[in-house]
T-cell receptor
Framework: DAGVIQSPRHEVTEMGQEVTLRCKPISGHNSLFWYRQTMMRGLELLIYFNNNVPIDDSGMPEDRFSAKMPNASFSTLKIQPSEPRDSAVYFC????????????FGPGTRLLVL | GQQLNQSPQSMFIQEGEDVSMNCTSSSIFNTWLWYKQDPGEGPVLLIALYKAGELTSNGRLTAQFGITRKDSFLNISASIPSDVGIYFCAGQLSGNTPLVFGKGTRLSVIA
C-alpha cells in the first residue's frame, strides 16, 4: 500500500492567495484527520471525517479554513485568503474507526505564506 | 480542552545511553500512544498502551501506562543515531474520539 498521500509536499505562496492541500487516505480507511504542526503549538487537530462526513471541525482556526471530503479517497483543506501565520506543516492521517490509535500519517505539506 | 504536558522538550545524549521521557495529563485517557517523527516525515506509531499499569516493549523501547491513567513514560535503551527525531505522546479517551498530542520531545544522539 502506498500509505497516505499528500500533495503538494511544499507550497510557498503570497499572503492573500488561496491555498489548497490535498490528501488521499489509505484505501479502506474511512476516517480522515487534518492536523497542523508548528513549533509553538505542536500538533493540532483541525478537523476529522468519518465516512466522508465532517464530525468535528472545532479545531479549524477561522472561516478562512475549509475542508471537504467528496469521496472516500480524497480530501482537501483550503485556506482562503492565506496569511503568514498559516505557515506550518499540515498533515493528513487516516484510520479505521474503532482503531483510533492506529492513525497513519502522510508525509505532510510544508506551507510558507510570505 | 484536554492538554498533555510532555517533558523534557529536548535532550542531547551520547550514543549508548538510555533515555526517558514522560507525559502527563490533567484528565484521564483510556489509551496512551507513543509516536516518533523523523525529519521531513509524518509521525509513526511506536507503542500503544490500553490498560492502566500496562508495560509494553518494542525492541529497545519500553512504555508504561500510568496507574492513574493520567500519565505515561517512554524509555529507550542503548540509544543509537537513528533514534534521533521527535517523540510524541498521545492520549485517547475512546476508539471513536480523536487523539490529543503532547508537544513532543526532540531527541539528539551524539555519536
Amino acid at each position: 500500500d502506498a500509505g497516505v498521500i499528500q500533495s503538494p509536499r511544499h507550497e510557498v505562496t503570497e499572503m492573500g492567495q488561496e491555498v489548497t492541500l490535498r490528501c488521499k487516505p489509505i484505501s479502506g480507511h474511512n476516517s480522515l484527520f487534518w492536523y497542523r504542526q508548528t513549533m509553538m503549538r505542536g500538533l493540532e487537530l483541525l478537523i476529522y471525517f468519518n465516512n466522508n462526513v465532517p464530525i468535528d471541525d472545532s479545531g479549524m482556526p477561522e472561516d478562512r479554513f475549509s475542508a471537504k471530503m467528496p469521496n472516500a479517497s480524497f480530501s482537501t483543506l483550503k485556506i482562503q485568503p492565506s496569511e503568514p501565520r498559516d505557515s506550518a506543516v499540515y498533515f493528513c492521517a487516516s484510520n479505521i474507526p474503532g482503531q483510533g490509535e492506529t492513525q497513519y500519517f502522510g508525509p505532510g505539506t510544508r506551507l510558507l505564506v510570505l | 480542552g484536554q492538554q498533555l504536558n510532555q517533558s523534557p522538550q529536548s535532550m542531547f545524549i551520547q550514543e549508548g545511553e538510555d533515555v526517558s521521557m514522560n507525559c502527563t495529563s490533567s484528565s484521564i485517557f483510556n489509551t496512551w500512544l507513543w509516536y516518533k517523527q523523523d525529519p521531513g516525515e509524518g509521525p509513526v506509531l511506536l507503542i500503544a498502551l490500553y490498560k492502566a499499569g500496562e508495560l509494553t516493549s518494542n525492541g529497545r523501547l519500553t512504555a508504561q501506562f500510568g496507574i492513574t491513567r493520567k500519565d505515561s513514560f517512554l524509555n529507550i535503551s542503548a540509544s543509537i543515531p537513528s533514534d534521533v527525531g521527535i517523540y510524541f505522546c498521545a492520549g485517547q479517551l475512546s476508539g471513536n474520539t480523536p487523539l490529543v498530542f503532547g508537544k513532543g520531545t526532540r531527541l539528539s544522539v551524539i555519536a
